[in-house]
């Protein structure tokens, strides 16, 4: 095991730290450079606790040290107007004070059922439900999975994910969930979520943000990592460019399918499902200049769907369509990161991303099933061409102020054509400056004080937001703390593009100068460390949404107008009315969790939340929105059995349980007579669905050779085999109203090599 310490905010070197490993009792300080090294260690996991006079102790655990596989880590430390008990369990994370939660590389492959999806973690975290277990689309606090961000590095990025129309409603693509992520864990280090109340820094989200952070690339040895299973297969190389230098690289391809599963009885709808991505990180220290790191992830996908030849065999309409998917994702940056003195640090980041989807469905002649017809096409295309710039400077040991820029060109292309149409382009930059100042008040009393501002010149809205936040050390176990932000996001492109149902000829798109949605968002916490190892979190949240887009218009001007709708409930479909950002919401709660870490041979993590989800659309009633489940509940854990000769067994298990969505009555003499589904718009969201229930199961074997370690692994999702309900809808070959499920019992087997 080897790393690097430095200050989190100037990037500089730390000499001196101390570097001990529990529970060994095993030291060593830091060399000038800010190096720290443990040569022949005995595989096994172990809690690395770092001290530094000025600094917060920064406890780092389960660290896992295997044959085969150097343990690199790249630690930041805070300062500190006091030495704070060892007890405080930290990882280095961005400045937030509550609603934050680090995903590492060791959970994704630990947790059962991940897939190796940081996205899929985060539904063992309190508050956060997965919209449908097909899809990391992420409902946090009552949010739709619209209000999510994704990063990279820091910038946010287009839609990082393959099949983005799994687990939809209308099987066209969302703007922020997929099938499964296109950057490989591989490459992922120390990622972080934030599900509320975000720092200055952040901004364009209003439920959460998946912040991922790439691993650098073992700049001493050469290593490599090859995985295959069920669903395909994935190798990764890193290692330095040559001997006498600090440059490193970090590459991975990878491959997979669902054919052996099929194979095997799973049922994915009779659909063909692949997709294979590429990525790297480059990292190139300088001597006088800095560090720059060249990083790229693309990945392509493909979902289709064959109508049955036979139409005696036609069971449910979508038998009689073919329906062809296709995805392709990419990006491309830089960063630059310079300590510009002994208490500056400047952080520059470039990326460059672009996504394309395309659906196109066909149905089948009743009368000739080889004749087809072209009905539905959708498209979407996504740029991102961003530029961030991040400046720390700290005035003395209680101050420190932090500046920055966000500066995003946005280009968004639209065609939906079917019943309901939009069509169009968008192309504006997004800017967004912030600046946030960092006191100690005290030695144990923290604010932080910050602005955000958010433009868009396409259609010249734009929001000022305040954010504020307060921490009290009211013992050495004991953490009080309240957070305060206004949040605001851009309308989705298929609201500002929606063509309005009209009976003239003209094309109208009357949502092309919709302001933002924003949000007040209080949260206020209370965390106990239990242990060096273990704490209970107790978090309670208030988040008010306004301008809201909604339908003012009265149902007499149409019948097709929908006095209920609010985009707080849309996710990938599209809507043909005139809005107004006239409506509200609100996302109340209260979060507890307890957390032991990997100590013992044994883990845990129970999280739990009670909360209500409701909104006020045109039509002046409240009503809970589509994601009011009432509560969510997970259970992760593990314990692993040592064996002989360096091997081990590890037994892991996620139970969630999750309050039912709501859905809309469905007026079945309605939808008869329309050949489509007809829903009752003004009982919106009556129907509640039954809760969610899902154990996950994954056994693993580890062992150790001299020059190499493997792990064979059994993932097994809802090993009991629950049926979920997903949502309703009337089918017109059968001429009634059909529930949809979600995933049943899926099981994964996979080999890992690492040498």
Do not use: C
């Not at 704490?535 to 019948?559: F, G, I, M, N, R």
């Amino acid at each position: 095991m080897r790393g690097k310490i430095t200050d989190a905010e100037t990037h500089q070197p730390l000499a001196n730290a101390s570097v001990q490993l529990l529970p060994s009792g095993t030291g060593t300080t830091s060399s000038p450079q800010g190096t720290f090294r443990f040569d022949n260690l005995p595989v096994g996991r172990y809690t690395v606790a770092v001290t530094y006079l000025g600094y917060q102790t920064l406890t780092i655990p389960e660290v896992l040290v295997e044959s085969g596989k150097e343990q690199v880590l790249d630690i930041d430390l805070s300062p500190s107007s006091t030495q704070l008990q060892e007890a405080t369990v930290r990882t280095t994370r961005p400045v937030a004070v509550n609603s934050i939660q680090p995903i590492t590389i060791e959970q994704t492959l630990r947790y059962a059922a991940t897939y190796l999806d940081p996205a899929r973690v985060t539904t063992s975290f309190p508050g956060v439900a997965v919209s449908n277990d097909q899809a990391n689309g992420l409902v946090v606090r009552g949010n739709s999975p619209n209000g999510m961000q994704w990063r990279l590095e820091g910038v946010e990025i287009v839609n990082p994910n393959h099949l983005t129309n799994a687990g939809t409603f209308s099987d066209r693509p969302t703007q922020t969930a997929g099938g499964v992520n296109i950057l490989s864990t591989q490459l992922l280090g120390t990622s972080y979520f934030l599900s509320g109340a975000f720092p200055s820094e952040y901004g364009n989200a209003l439920s959460g943000v998946l912040d991922m952070k790439l691993r650098t690339g073992n700049n001493e040895k050469r290593e490599f990592t090859a995985q295959a299973g069920l669903i395909g297969f994935d190798v990764a190389a890193e290692g330095p460019f040559s001997k006498k230098s600090k440059a490193s690289y970090l590459v991975n391809y990878r491959y997979s399918f669902t054919g052996l599963l099929g194979a095997m009885g799973v049922d994915f709808g009779g659909e063909d499902i692949r997709y294979q991505d590429l990525s790297f990180n480059i990292t190139l220290p300088t001597r006088r200049t800095g560090e720059f790191t060249f990083f790229g992830v693309g990945g392509i996908s493909s979902n289709l769907f064959k109508a049955k030849p036979d139409t005696t065999e036609w069971v449910v309409q979508k038998d009689g369509f073919d329906i062809d998917y296709t995805n392709k994702m990419g990006a491309l940056g830089m960063t630059h990161t310079v300590t510009l003195g002994p208490n500056t640090g400047l952080r520059t980041v470039a990326v460059a991303s672009a996504l394309s989807s395309r659906r196109d469905g066909y149905v089948h002649s009743i009368y000739d099933p080889a004749e087809r017809f072209h009905i539905e096409q959708d498209a979407v295309d996504k740029t991102r061409l961003s530029l961030s710039t991040a400046l720390s400077h700290r005035l003395g040991e209680k101050n420190l102020l932090r500046s920055g820029l966000f500066l995003t060109y946005q280009d968004d292309r639209i065609l939906s054509v079917g019943r309901v149409l939009a069509e169009g382009q968008l192309q504006g930059l997004v800017i967004q400056p912030y600046l946030s100042w960092r006191w100690n008040i005290t030695p144990t009393l923290t604010s932080e004080a910050g602005l955000h501002y958010l433009s868009y010149t396409y259609n010249k809205t734009n929001s000022l937001e305040p954010r504020a936040s307060l921490q009290w050390q009211a013992t050495p176990r004991q953490v009080l703390s309240l957070s305060y932000g206004l949040h605001s996001q851009l309308q989705q492109p298929q609201v500002y593009l929606a063509i309005k149902n009209s009976n003239t000829q003209l094309i109208e798109r009357p949502n092309r100068y919709l302001d933002l949605t924003k949000a007040h968002h209080l949260v206020a916490g209370y965390q106990y460390h239990l242990t060096n190892t273990s704490s209970l979190k107790v978090e309670a949240y208030w988040q008010e949404l306004y301008d809201v887009p909604v339908v003012t218009l009265s149902p007499a001007v149409s019948y097709r107008v929908m006095p209920s709708f609010s985009t707080l409930n849309l996710v990938e479909t599209y809507v043909d009315q005139e809005l107004k950002n006239a409506g509200t919401g609100r996302n109340v709660g209260l979060e507890v969790s307890y957390q032991k870490f990997l100590t013992d041979s044994y883990y845990m993590l129970v999280s739990g939340s009670l909360y209500n989800s409701t909104y006020v659309g045109g039509d002046g009633i409240r009503r809970s929105t589509r994601y009011n489940g009432n509560h969510t509940f997970s259970f992760t854990g593990g314990k692993e059995f040592k064996t002989t000769r360096n091997g081990m067994w590890g037994i892991n298990t996620r139970i969630l349980w999750f309050g039912g969505f709501r859905d809309t009555p469905i007026n079945v003499e309605a939808s008869r007579s329309e050949l489509a589904t007809v829903y009752e718009v003004n009982n919106a969201f009556t129907v509640k669905l039954k809760d969610y229930f899902r154990p996950d199961l994954r056994i693993y074997w580890k062992k150790n050779k001299e020059k190499y370690n493997r792990t064979l692994a059994l993932d097994i999702q809802n090993v009991s085999g629950t049926q979920n309900e997903s949502f309703r809808y009337y089918d017109v070959w059968q001429r009634q109203v059909v529930q949809q499920y979600q995933l049943g019992l899926v099981p994964v087997l996979s080999y890992r090599w690492e040498f």
